[in-house]
């Protein structure tokens, strides 16, 4: 007999980490996530992840948008979309297909967009000997 495993429980639920609010750790989400405390570690959302203007993080972020109003140390994946307010700070190399960098924001790393390009493929040089 096979076990079915729902993916959608929690799809529409937000954690929030709330300010004062120190969690170390790895955070593992199906849904949302909003950050106005600090977490150190990794956090991993099937939905958004929100960093708010008190929020800290010191570790990798994965989510399919996300949206940084605090401080970030480490890598940032957004599947879709990425979005640095304007007074907040990233230290770390992002990923993501769209992103949005408002005025005023700090960011120190290295971005690659990975939104879908057709792939090409190499010819042969052609000899001409």
């Not at 990975?114 to 493929?121: D, E, G, I, L, V």
Request: charged share 25%.
């Amino acid at each position: 007999m096979k076990t079915k495993i729902n993916n959608n429980i929690g799809k529409d639920e937000v954690t929030i980490v709330s300010t004062g609010v120190i969690l170390e750790g790895k955070l593992n989400s199906n849904g949302n996530v909003r950050i106005d405390g600090t977490v150190n570690g990794d956090i991993k959302a099937m939905g958004n992840v929100t960093v708010g203007e008190s929020g800290e993080i010191n570790g990798e972020i994965s989510a399919e948008n996300i949206i940084i109003g605090g401080r970030i140390n480490g890598t940032v994946n957004a599947r879709e979309k990425l979005t640095i307010e304007s007074k907040s700070v990233l230290t770390g190399d992002i990923i993501t297909k769209i992103l949005e960098i408002e005025a005023g924001a700090k960011f120190d790393g290295k971005s690659t967009m990975n939104a879908q390009t057709p792939s090409f493929s190499r010819s042969q040089p052609e000899n001409n000997g």
